[in-house]
């Protein structure tokens, strides 16, 4: 399985939002999960379909920032 990561979403240009914004459209049903990595920071993934090909989205959000 590929993987996309979009890395901190704190650092995230407007031409990165508007890319996951194209892959929320294309995730697959239930594929969403989340974990918390350390103090105030967790880690989101979803999964698409990719040039028929699963692929899983990966990002992060620092809220202590």
Known sequence: MKTINLGYTNGWSNEDREFYNKLQKLKIENSSSSRNIG?????????TIQENEIVKVIYKIDSGD
């Open 39 to 47: 103090n105030c920071l967790n880690e989101y993934s979803f999964e």
